[in-house]
């Protein structure tokens, strides 16, 4: 499918949007009258009890990079040509990750946050993954099998505003259907509705029911509108802007639509950068620095800035070039993913400073730190590496230290230092 039909079936969606733009029902608007969707993670669930160890570093790594060899795949299919960041995933892993049903979901048996939505009419609410590093909207479908036991299961037949698309998927269905989100109505959204979930999303694992999508349509495997371009086209939003505060710390978290919560960052220190590549929130990180000295210096380091990924993955380069002169830093490599352990001792004197839009926005130790690794004596550190890389994610080990805004309108992200 290229990116040209995609975009007329998306045009008329706009239309009928714009069309039944009436306020939600009183029934359906039962979410929070400001707009405002407390998130929870694993960690504040749990009051901050550390839970990484390697293994979990390692299965999100290995499952980011399968997010991102399908999300690129999706971006070639939709606009027929090849991601320019897609150097290094070539045609053929992209091919040979893809066969299976589950590879668009990241593995979340990490710290990641989630927030509530509902769906249909009549409304049922779901849990969901808000996830800036991909486009489309994933629910377990009530004809799942056991592997979505636990969780809250999508029946299309029990709401009487779906609508079957007749698309074929594999592993899932796709409808449209109404979704809720923050107070906004996102009329006929394409909903995956999954038949199978991957052992990482059992219940146990995998706190939400559901991945949000707030990517571009670019990235999208649907045909339909991604959620952030149906709400921000249906002009209810005051700002067509998301912003986010991802915390640890129990009730802190937040995601807040159509505007920024002023009163949770400072706005003197709002720095825009501009998405350089519509698909991913993709932007320029001027660089990287450690104790007032630069690690790395480009001006044109391509970074995604992507709130479904817990670590910051970057290039073998960059963080070999991080690591490089930290006493103690040991490389752990398997196949093409590499983390680093430091000394807990001296780990919270070796967090990096990343700079965007020229604004320097320090990482805290608490952040950076995962804590200790249980195969050795020293401590997880928050950057990790992928040799298919020659890029940056920017995941949650960065974004708990800012409050971030992804503005759909000017397509730009902001970062401001929290209050
Ligand atoms: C902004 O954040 C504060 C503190 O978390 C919260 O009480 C308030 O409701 C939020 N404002 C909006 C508009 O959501
Ligand atoms: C976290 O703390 C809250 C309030 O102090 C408590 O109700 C809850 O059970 C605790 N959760 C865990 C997993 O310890
Ligand atoms: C999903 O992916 C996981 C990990 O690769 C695999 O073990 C599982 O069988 C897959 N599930 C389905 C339904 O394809
Ligand atoms: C490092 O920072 C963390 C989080 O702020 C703190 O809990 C820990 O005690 C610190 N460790 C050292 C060795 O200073």
């Not at 405002?36 to 009051?47: F, Y």
């Not at 939505?117 to 479908?141: A, N, R």
């Not at 639509?257 to 950068?273: E, F, V």
């Not at 990096?352 to 195969?375: M, R």
């Amino acid at each position: 499918m290229k990116f040209t039909t995609t975009a007329t079936i998306c045009a008329l969606f706009v239309e009928a949007v714009v069309g039944s733009a009436t306020p939600p029902s009183s029934a359906r608007s039962n979410i929070g009258r400001t707009h405002r969707i407390a998130l929870n993670s694993r960690l504040s669930a749990a009051n901050g009890s550390k839970v990484f160890d390697s293994r979990t570093v390692r299965e999100q790594l290995q499952f980011v990079s399968r997010k991102y060899s399908a999300t690129m795949g999706a971006y070639e299919r939709n606009t027929g040509s090849r991601h320019p960041l897609n150097g290094r995933y070539n045609a053929r892993s992209v091919a040979k990750r893809t066969t299976n049903g589950n590879v668009s979901l990241t593995n979340y048996d990490a710290d990641l946050w989630y927030g509530d939505i509902e769906v249909g009419t009549p409304p049922q609410t779901f849990t969901m993954l808000f996830d800036t590093g991909s486009s489309d909207l994933f629910l377990p479908s009530i004809q799942c099998d056991v592997s979505c036991d636990g969780h809250t299961q999508y029946d299309p037949a029990a709401s009487s505003s779906s609508k079957d698309t007749g698309q074929p998927f594999r592993q899932q269905a796709e409808y449209v259907d109404d979704v809720f989100v923050g107070g906004y109505e996102a009329d006929d959204q394409t909903i995956g509705a999954a038949y199978a979930y991957s052992p990482e999303f059992s219940k146990d694992d995998f706190p939400p029911d559901g991945l949000s999508g707030l990517g571009f349509p670019e990235i999208s495997e649907f045909e339909g509108s991604p959620l952030f371009q149906t709400l921000y086209e249906s002009g209810q939003l005051p700002q067509g802007v998301i912003g986010f505060k991802l915390s640890t710390t129990p009730g802190a978290s937040e995601m807040l639509i159509g505007g920024t919560n002023t009163s949770l960052y400072r706005s003197d220190t709002l720095t825009y950068i501009p998405v350089t590549q519509k698909g991913y929130w993709q932007v320029v990180m001027d660089g990287i620095s450690r104790l007032g000295q630069d690690v790395i210096e480009s001006h044109a380091a391509p970074a995604i800035i992507d709130t479904g990924t817990t670590l910051v993955i970057t290039s073998d380069a960059i963080a070999q070039a991080y690591y490089a002169n930290i006493p103690g830093a040991t490389a752990h490599t398997e196949g093409e993913d590499t983390y680093w352990t430091i000394p807990c001792n001296i780990i919270n004197s070796t967090v990096p400073t990343f700079i965007f839009g020229g604004h320097a926005f320090p990482v805290s130790p608490q952040t950076f730190n995962l804590g200790p690794d249980i195969l050795s004596s020293d401590c997880l550190a928050g950057i990790a590496a992928s040799s298919e890389m020659d890029f940056t994610i920017v995941g949650d080990v960065f974004l708990q230290n800012t409050y971030s805004v992804f503005d759909y309108r000017n397509t730009r992200v902001g970062f401001a230092e929290l209050v």
